[in-house]
């Protein structure tokens, strides 16, 4: 069965990226060996790969090669209303997460769903019934301003904690959207 699952790291209050979506804060942060959340065997369970436009961006500016290329190999759905150069392997969508689920479920063929960002896209997936996991490193930083890590309010279920080198990580089962 496909898991929808946001991986990903936020500071001490509760921010993805500062003010200028910037992620200079969460580079430098030490990591250690030992994980609950250890990326290698999070991206052998991902079969596709959904993003926000400011996220994707970001990774493009920051990660890509010498030509732009998108850095993942899964297929990438990428939700935005802007035109965007066409990329190997990113397919551009708009409209809420439900009306992509069978395109998504297909590309992940039996795999999980990486909700890469942002965080307003997460909740967005969340209010849909299609978040099933929150998995968070807490970065000792704080910004006082920037992206929040999920836009809006849900009832999250402590599955697992840990610590990795100066992050604590933490793995929620979604419960819901809290009215």
Known sequence: MTRYRFFTATSLDGFLADEHDSLDWLLFQPTGEESILPYDDFIAEVGAIVTGRTTYDWVLEHDGDVE????????TFLFTHRAVEQREGVTAVSG?????????????????????????????????????????????????????????????ELRELGRSGAFLEARYEVVGERR
């Open 96 to 156: 809420p997460p439900a009306e992509q689920r069978g395109a998504i479920e297909v590309a992940a063929d039996g795999k999980d769903v990486w909700i890469v960002g942002g965080g307003d896209l997460a909740a967005e997936f969340a209010r849909a019934g299609m978040l099933d996991e929150v998995c968070v490193s807490i970065a000792p930083v704080t910004l006082g301003t920037g992206r929040p890590l999920m836009g809006g309010r849900f009832d999250l």
């Open 68 to 75: 732009g290329a998108w850095v993942f190999t899964q297929p």
